[in-house]
């Protein structure tokens, strides 16, 4: 039976056109951004990087070759790439330990007592891990998992606020060869659940409770109800992070408390030799159906583009002090918080909490107190930073600052320029870097001290990287409005979607034969320069977060008083992109503002709080076609404000005129 999302994909040349007709204000303002910033001199006389790269980069096998011998194999590869289309091996038969080349490596050297992980909490305590402690830390966990009949391939789940035992755990999964699945601390109890139940996991490994924003998040009660319907997991670990505050008894035989078992167990422990096609970790991300998918990343080719892309892109020197303000329940913190800054030997900078918390200067008073000198973020927190008033960055000495850098969506030019000249002092180069979960690292973007910058373009592809427009057939474009394709295998890239390698080569690989779709449109200009415009597809980017549209639909007809439901994203200055939500209430059920909040609340008992729609309109109808489908792009129109586009195949025209109608009149 064919699913769902492919048909809702298939009209591909007519949906490409409505969408870049939705897009071309945006393009006409890109087009007409002017201001080029070329690499300072000073920066560029020091830059890891150097245009020999970009000239290396074009043998590309050669390049990813070369990147990979700056890791320890344990034993070296046969051959580069085995490339049968759409699957990918790289560096094939070559062993390999992820964790070893985080730790071992530098506490071998000189490194040893070099801080790996300076760590802040909400609270304000504070921790230093040195690379010795994080390798001792390490080695503990690793054994107490095998002691806990944890074996190679095993998948265990890490559900934990962002404290150091969050990197131990997940480094302690790569030495025994155990699959880290993560699941960001701040989805529910519901979404662990499906997690977990996708990936089989055998145990989970969670805290009491993490601190947001002064309030206890109570993530061992989340578990415990998650866990009463996955009958995988034998083992759940719990790290006693708040105490007291967010008690949460304790299951004899499956609940452990992380000190305790940790306590007597020895430091000694041997890696375990992976395959350079072992998986390394799976992490769920939206797509474009109700159903997350379960992006499946491998060891040797994972660490290899992550640790080759956090040298040259964010210009590591030993003595830097690296914030990439991720969470690692994202890929941006699994690739840019632990594996490609530790493979590197850097020092990194993990915080907790929320930037408002107790006030808008916090992230500010981390980089004085710290001396961040690379700081990586999203443009939705520049944003609000920017809202917030320059007067709590002004507060603070942010000289130690040399290089900025943005990821997870498309950067106004507005907030680049506020990015640049207050944060940066007009002095540090800033780096627009474009990827996705299921790239593994970073693809499109500038090398500081070589790329001249504009504000708005992630500019152009990592050396190695392959990026080509296309229009709606597939055909190559030069330059111009298309979508963003990569034609070449690249040793980071998503190897499968877990237990569905049917959708891996249906979601990626079908839509233009041959080719990798992204599901992003984007601009190519005169110069060779990339602009993202964003995604194409049913999923949106909410704050930086990746919601698929349909996951919220479902759980919107979850609620006992909702007959249907179509979500669509409008634009929102601070987030990006608000989520609008049309709803038909069943017979007998009245709309009201508290059923409203109802609603809202629902949705984020089944997916998270990140998932909570910002408008609900109740409706007696939906626009639909002659063949009853909802006709998703007539309701962004109502939420964007724009006229209505063409309404001719509706089955009732009268309908959307009336939710236009509605939904200028709605209160919020
Ligand atoms: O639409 C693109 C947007 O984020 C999507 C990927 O989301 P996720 O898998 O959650 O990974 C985010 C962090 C790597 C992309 O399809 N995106 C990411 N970076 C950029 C971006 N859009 C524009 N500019 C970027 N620099």
């Known amino acids: 039976m064919r699913r769902s999302y492919t048909i809702r994909l298939a009209p591909l040349g007519f949906w490409l056109t409505l969408t870049l007709a939705t897009m071309k204000d945006q393009i006409d303002t890109l087009l007409s951004e002017q201001r080029r910033f070329p690499p300072p001199r000073a920066f560029a006389a020091r830059a890891a990087a150097t245009t020999a790269l970009y000239d290396a980069g074009r043998d590309w096998k050669r390049f990813w070759e070369e990147q990979a011998r700056a890791l320890d194999w344990m034993s070296p590869w046969n051959r580069v790439l085995d490339w049968k289309p759409p699957h990918a091996r790289w560096f094939v038969d070559g062993k390999l ?13 000189p490194r040893r007592n070099k801080a790996a992980i300076i760590w802040e909490g909400e609270p304000g305590d504070r921790r230093v891990l040195t690379y010795w402690d994080l390798a001792r830390e390490v080695r503990r966990c690793a054994n107490a998992l095998k002691a806990l009949g944890i074996r190679r391939g095993d998948r265990v789940a890490i559900y934990l606020p962002m404290i150091p035992e969050a990197v131990i755990a997940m480094l302690a999964c790569a030495r025994i060869g155990a699959v880290h699945s993560v699941v960001f601390g701040g989805f529910s109890a519901e979404s662990l659940r499906d997690r977990i139940n996708d990936a089989q996991a055998v145990a989970v490994i969670t805290a009491d409770g993490g601190y947001r924003r002064g309030q206890v998040l109570p993530l061992k009660r989340f578990a415990d109800e998650a866990l009463a319907h996955c009958p995988s997991v034998k083992h759940c670990i719990v790290v006693r992070r708040v105490g007291e505050e967010a008690f949460a008894a304790m299951e004899e035989g499956r609940d452990h408390w992380w000190h305790r078992l940790l306590q007597p167990v020895s430091t000694e422990s041997e890696p375990e030799a992976m395959d350079s096609e072992d998986m390394l970790f799976i992490l769920y991300t939206s797509g474009t159906t109700g159903k997350p998918k379960g992006i499946v990343h491998t060891t040797g080719g994972f660490l290899t583009h992550v640790a080759a892309t956090t040298r040259y892109v964010f210009d590591l020197r030993e003595e830097d002090v690296f914030w990439c303000t991720a969470d ?11 594996y490609g800054p530790l493979a590197n030997g850097a ?19 981390i980089v004085e107190t710290y001396g961040v000198t690379v700081m990586y973020t999203a443009p939705t927190a520049i944003r609000a930073f920017m809202k917030w008033g320059p007067e709590h960055p002004s507060r603070h000495d942010l000289s130690t600052l040399r290089l900025l850098g943005t990821v997870g969506e498309p950067i106004n030019p507005e907030a680049w320029i506020w990015y640049h000249e207050h944060i940066g002092g007009g002095r540090c180069p800033i780096v627009d870097t474009w990827w996705q979960t299921e790239t ?3 693809m499109i973007t500038p090398l500081p001290g070589v790329t001249t910058t504009t504000p708005g373009s992630a500019t152009v592809p990592f050396p190695g990287i392959s990026a080509e427009l296309v229009d709606a057939n597939g055909k190559r474009l030069e330059k111009g409005g298309g979508f963003l394709t990569i034609t070449q295998p690249w040793p980071g890239m998503l190897r499968t979607i877990y237990g569905d390698d049917e959708r891996y080569q249906q979601t990626y690989w079908s839509r233009f034969p041959g080719r990798y779709f ?29 919601i698929g549209t349909m996951e919220v639909e479902s759980a919107l007809v979850d609620h006992p008083a909702v007959a249907e439901a179509a979500v669509v994203g409008r634009s929102h200055d601070l987030k990006g992109q608000a989520l609008a939500a049309f709803v038909t209430l069943k017979d007998g059920k009245q709309a009201s503002p508290g059923l409203k909040d109802d609603l809202k609340d629902h949705v984020v008992k089944k997916i998270g709080a990140i998932a909570r729609p910002d408008d609900i309109l109740f409706s007696a109808d939906l626009p639909k076609t002659r063949s009853g489908k909802i006709m998703r792009r007539l309701l962004k ?8 586009g063409d309404t001719t195949t509706l089955a009732d025209p009268a309908v959307v005129n009336r939710l236009k109608e509605m939904y200028e009149e709605k209160e919020s």
Do not use: Q
């Open 97 to 109: 330990n992820a964790a070893s080349n985080c730790l071992d490596r530098h506490i071998a050297g």
């Open 328 to 338: 690692i329940g994202w890929v941006t913190g699994h690739s840019y918080v632990v």
């Open 347 to 365: 020092t990194v900078v993990m915080y907790e909490g929320a930037p408002d918390w107790p006030e808008r200067d916090r992230f500010w008073s």
């Open 440 to 442: 593994g690292g970073i």
């Open 518 to 546: 992204a599901g992003d449109g984007a601009k190519l200009d005169e110069a060779g320069y990339w602009w993202i415009l964003g995604r194409v597809d049913d999923v949106l980017n909410v704050a930086g977060h990746r």
């Open 637 to 644: 129109d109502i939420a964007e404000g724009r006229t209505l």
